[in-house]
């Protein structure tokens, strides 16, 4: 039998918090139906997501064969490298901002405009690098909003640290958590190389000391698409 394929469709949405229109790529089940009720998955850097990772094409074939639950995949594009270190990095001037245009902006409208089922237990955020940075910040801020967490070769500085090891609401965090053995010298968009493999490890023992649902392996590889694409096989399943 041939997979049936899911749809994708472009939207705007305004945000107040950002003081801009925001680009999401919407996947839709090829059998999608208001009649059921779906579970969301919230991807940073969108378009790598569907382009590069090809998630979109993964969901249909694991929706398909009844391998995980029913699911809405969103991505959220960015403009351009410093639009994306302004949101996603915990330095950017507007990363606070836009973990909160993702708690208190984007998941009213998605529950809205969607049928979804309205818990933080049923919402998933991903993203590599510095989308995985903001991802675990929105999550650590916000977990009964956003109740699992999807981190591939996550940028850790020592406020990511900071904000784990303060963290109280650990029964209410699932995190999945990879990052490669050759991540030692990482080519910075501000031209500079940098370490990740090191706070990566850090921040896993950090979290392996609360009672957070965890999982974490060092994969084989550096850092790029060439590693996260087929990791999202296991990613997908084993949250959702």
Known sequence: MEILKGTIK???MKSVELGEEILLLIYLPANFSPLFKY???IAQDGRDYFQLGRIGRLADEYLFEREIEKLIIVGISYKDVEDRRRKYHPAGNQNQAYIRFLAHELVPYLDKEFPTYHMGSTRALIGDSLGATV????ALHYPHTFGKVILQSPFVDEQVLGLVENFTETELLEIYHIV???ETEVQMTNG???NFLTPNRKLSSIIKNKSI?????VFDGNHTWTYWQP??????KMMF
């Not at 991802?135 to 929105?138: C, E, G, K, V």
């Not at 990791?231 to 997908?236: G, H, N």
Request: glycine share 4%; net charge neutral.
């Open 213 to 217: 649902t965890y999982f974490y392996e």
């Open 10 to 12: 472009e939207l705007t």
């Open 135 to 138: 991802s675990l910040m929105t």
């Open 180 to 182: 490669g053995n050759q």
């Open 192 to 194: 500079k190389t940098s």
């Open 39 to 41: 579970s969301l998955l």
């Open 231 to 236: 990791d999202l096989k296991r990613a997908l």
